[in-house]
Nanobody, 118 residues
């Protein structure tokens, strides 16, 4: 059974920084996409950033230039460095690990709260 364990959320003032980490435990086929999504209450979950195992990245427009996603393939760990945080970045951040080709899988973490005060 694969589990994604997140850490690093918290409360920070606007302009500050946080670093989220997510480690996948269990047996997992390594060619995949790992990433971060976020969700505010009453809103749909949205993509923040993803990174494939070969290094391709994708960011939502509102975080480009402020957030950086990285990963350690050997450890099945993904990180999200968040700089210049804004109050609108406040949300629950979820880690995701998915593979669309066979063997397919789609795993989610339990979520970590990020709160940015103005």
């Amino acid at each position: 059974q694969v589990q994604l364990v997140e850490s690093g959320g918290g409360l920070v003032q606007a302009g500050g920084s946080l670093r989220l980490s997510c480690a996948a435990s269990g047996s997992i086929y390594s060619a995949n996409t790992m990433g971060w999504y976020r969700q505010d209450p009453g809103k749909q979950r949205e993509l923040v950033a993803t990174r494939t195992s070969i290094g391709s990245t994708n960011y939502t427009a509102s975080v480009k230039g402020r957030f950086t996603i990285s990963r350690d393939n050997a450890e099945n760990t993904v990180y999200l460095q968040m700089n210049s945080l804004k109050p609108e970045d406040t949300a629950v951040y979820y880690c995701n690990c998915k593979r669309l080709a066979y063997p397919r899988y789609d795993y989610w973490g339990q979520g970590t709260q990020v709160t940015v005060s103005s």
